[in-house]
């Protein structure tokens, strides 16, 4: 993917957070701004997403057996869920 800059300002402050985080995250403050966008637009919200739903579809057997069939309205270990 082609990189293209960009030049922002920010407070002094705002730039030591986020040179803090990216080392903290061992990244650069590019890859660290670009992450904070992404997630930000969606991108990685998706992606948790499709593999939450991947990972419930592989083991929905499994989740089956223990907690029940899924009714409306109920949550495994409430009262409601006992019934």
Known sequence: MAKTQLNVRV???TARAARER???RGMSVNRYIEEL???DTGEA???FVEAAADFMK???NV???EFGPAREG?????REGRR
């Open 11 to 13: 407070d002094e402050g």
């Open 74 to 78: 109920t949550h495994p270990g409430t």
């Open 37 to 39: 966008v992404r997630q």
């Open 22 to 24: 990216a080392t903290a």
């Open 63 to 65: 989740f089956a057996e």
């Open 45 to 47: 919200g998706r992606t």
């Open 58 to 60: 592989q083991y929905e």
